[in-house]
């Protein structure tokens, strides 16, 4: 799941200065499971905002929507009356979602309400953890089944640096140390040889440093299609 | 020989060798260099010369290097990761090797929040194993990462360190192993304190046969005060500080004569014991102890090979 955080009731009401309408946009899918941009945020944040201005002596129209998922076109076409009577709409989206809308709607102006985090899971409930730094070619096969491009601060193939300190990382206590983690992991499998191995230099060309990625399905290859 | 530095040569000779390190400037005045360099010159085989070190913006190693170099001394430029990619490593490396560098440790660096920038983007393109092993092919296969040909010699004497007392303990000796897999000659490991462990260590070591295979220089910091030495075992990730040398720099009447005891009493122990090859001293600021340690350890005069 992509993992968002909303942002700052001061970042947000900056960047609506100057609107008057202002569709606040959630988002039914992710941004709702980690509670940063579902319904109930939406109308939270639109109460927040709606006392706030009150206060302030502005006049602000708040209107409230969620889509099931703003990075599929088709459930955007429901919203276009919408996003037409608004003079900006404040997306409760990953950064996928508010693009999404800046695609379809290329008139109407969108701004981001929430941050854009990482890969992760609900470790526990309201915690969530990084697991993936989708860079396009998995060798987690290789670590136990977890990653250290994600999970090591500085995203070692050959084992812990010298930081790692009684299961933690040298960047903060709270932070377990992947390698520490793999090893665990590897050890109680029987497979620690696999760590005698030495990973060669990642192929970064999956990942973003390749450039803006896509991927072509085979059945639409195959159609000549592209 | 690999790359015939005189660290190589002493090392090779099995004589007990004494590096020390030269951090650089926070400035561009190559006089902070030359003054560590003087200072160091005939106490020691080589200088290191750290890398950002602690994530702190400094004079570059490659450029220390060269001042101590033409002053003389014979430099190990320490590399991390941490601040370049597969590119820029490789071509800091040719161009150590083009100014007749030949000590390269390899190193992963400390995390970038430590130090001055910690809004920085560490770049951790490769680890420092696979830095280690790219050395190695730069020399021995004449071949970049990508194995495209090099043109001409690459002598280069790599270097790796070691912490064992980082955890897992049990895996620190594996993890030497790849390094010394991947092509390390020599290995200067984290600051000793706690000798009983790393004679532990060193025990796998030695039953791993790996002292055979690499030049193990152990570590050393010189303590200056209780306070140095109650920050290094609280807030230091990775040193192991134990409690009675806390003690006895707080005892002490004169804190700096009891931390260059210390350091006299750990080397000591390190002169003693099997595999060890050497000491790396890394006064910290502190060069100008480093001639006296090296005198009173009896480690003088350093051998001319």
Known sequence: MIITKQKSLEEIRKMLAGYGKILILGCGTCATVCFAGGEREVAILASSLRMAEKINGKKKTFFEHTVKRQCDWEFLDEIAEKVKAADVVLSLSCGVGVQAIAERFPNSRVLPGIDTCFLGLTAEPGIWSERCDACGHCLVHETGGICPIARCAKGLFNGPCGGSVAGKCEISPDVPCAWQLIIDHLAALGQLDKLEVIQPPKDWRTSHSGGPRKIVSPVREESGEK | ?305
Not at chain 2, 162 to 191: C, M, S, W
Not at chain 2, 193 to 210: H, I, N, Q, T
Not at chain 2, 222 to 245: L, N, Q, T
């Open chain 2, 1 to 305: 020989m690999k790359a015939g530095t005189k660290l190589e040569r002493i090392l090779a000779s099995g004589q007990f060798a004494v590096t020390a390190e030269a951090g650089p400037p926070k400035g561009a005045s190559a006089e902070v260099i030359r003054k560590k360099g003087e200072l160091l010159r005939h106490c020691c085989d080589a200088v290191n010369v750290t890398d950002n070190q602690t994530a702190i913006v400094r004079m570059s190693s490659l450029a220390g290097c060269l001042l101590l170099k033409q002053q003389g001394l014979e430099p190990v430029m320490q590399i991390v990761v941490r601040d370049r990619n597969r590119l820029a490593l490789q071509s800091d490396v040719l161009g150590a090797v083009a100014l007749g560098i030949g000590n390269i440790l390899c190193l992963s660096g400390d995390h970038q929040k430590f130090g001055n920038h910690p809004t920085a983007k560490g770049v951790f393109d490769i680890d420092s194993i696979q830095l280690v092993q790219a050395l190695k092919t730069m020399r021995d296969d004449k071949k970049f990462i990508s194995g495209e040909d090099i043109s001409g010699e690459m002598p280069v004497f790599i270097g790796a360190a070691a912490n064992p007392f980082a955890d897992p303990f049990e895996y620190r000796v594996h993890r030497l192993a790849k390094k010394v897999k991947a092509g390390a000659d020599f290995i200067q490991t984290q600051a000793v304190y706690d000798v009983s462990k790393f004679a532990k260590w060193m025990e796998m070591v030695r039953e791993r046969g790996l002292d055979k295979q690499v030049h193990i220089l152990a570590g050393v910091i010189p303590i200056r005060s209780a306070g140095m030495a109650r920050y290094m075992r609280d807030s230091v990730p990775g040193i192991a500080m134990p409690d009675s040398i806390v003690t006895r720099m707080e005892k002490a009447a004169n804190a700096k004569e009891e931390g260059a005891r210390i350091i006299l009493e750990i080397i000591e122990q390190l002169k003693g014991m099997p595999g060890v090859h050497g000491v790396h001293i890394m006064a910290v600021g502190w060069e100008d102890i480093v001639p006296d340690i090296v005198q009173k350890s009896g480690l003088m005069p350093r051998p001319v090979v």
